[in-house]
């Protein structure tokens, strides 16, 4: 069974910072690609940075100096470090794993950027 678990939400003041977390079993977790998502209310979900099984990295425009996507294949676990935040990153975040014809999310995780 395909789980991907997302931790690492939560509540932080503007400027703060947050680690999300993505916890896989069930895939072959370094054959994959790796994403984080976010969806905030009322707007459509959008990709926020995704990573290669080679490391290689693409970032959103609008977080693209504040944020940092990274994995461990040993570990089965994927990252997103969020710094410098603010009101408009307030969002759930999802986790995506992809290759070929499979696509799996993960729950989601709040983040909720406000003083």
């Known amino acids: 069974q395909v789980q991907l678990v997302e931790s690492g939400g939560g509540l932080v003041q503007p400027g703060g910072s947050l680690r999300l977390s993505c916890a896989a079993s069930?895939?072959?977790?370094?054959?994959?690609?790796m994403g984080w998502h976010r969806q905030a209310p009322g707007k459509q979900r959008e990709l926020v940075a995704y990573?290669?099984?080679?490391?290689?990295?693409t970032y959103a425009d609008s977080v693209k100096g504040r944020f940092t996507i990274s994995r461990d294949n040993t570990k089965n676990t994927m990252y997103l470090q969020m710094d410098s935040l603010n009101p408009e990153d307030t969002a759930v975040y999802y986790c995506?794993?992809?290759?070929?014809?499979?696509?799996?999310w993960g729950q989601g995780t709040q983040v909720t950027v406000s003083s």
């Open positions: 995506n794993g992809r290759v070929g014809l499979n696509d799996f």
């Open positions: 069930g895939i072959t977790f370094s054959g994959y690609y």
């Open positions: 990573i290669t099984t080679s490391g290689a990295t």
